[in-house]
């Protein structure tokens, strides 16, 4: 069974897929739908764009196209300076590296 690596998710015309072979989202998303692994420099920049991107929580927007990963990311409650926000990443170390500040506590949500 052959996975999507991306889907348009835009109504304009946008250039074919192919031509983000070259892009860091498309490289990594082709390595874990291979089944390899990632090092932790890949996890945090995964965790700094599914976080500051304003389409959607657990995908990455480029060029029109949405590549989605969900399948590695956890959801965490974050508590920082009297507030709760829900960030979605793949580990908590890369959590702690994108978040600014002390932090009161991390709470995975199963």
């Not at 995964?46 to 389409?55: A, C, G, H, L, M």
């Not at 300076?81 to 932090?103: M, P, S, V």
Request: with cysteine; proline share 2%; hydrophobic share 35%.
């Amino acid at each position: 069974m052959e996975t999507t690596v991306a889907y348009k998710f835009v109504n304009w015309d946008v250039p074919a897929l192919e031509i983000l072979q070259n892009s860091r989202v498309y490289q990594l998303r082709m390595r874990l739908d291979r089944g390899e692994s990632i090092n932790h420099g890949d996890k945090n920049w995964i965790t700094q764009y599914v976080n500051s991107n304003i389409y959607f929580k657990s995908a990455i927007p480029l060029q029109g196209y949405c590549f989605d990963f969900s399948d590695v990311l956890k959801r965490f409650w974050v508590k920082q300076d009297g507030q709760i926000t829900e960030n979605r990443t793949t580990d908590k170390t890369a959590l702690r590296e994108y978040l600014y500040g002390r932090i009161d506590s991390i709470v995975e949500i199963s």
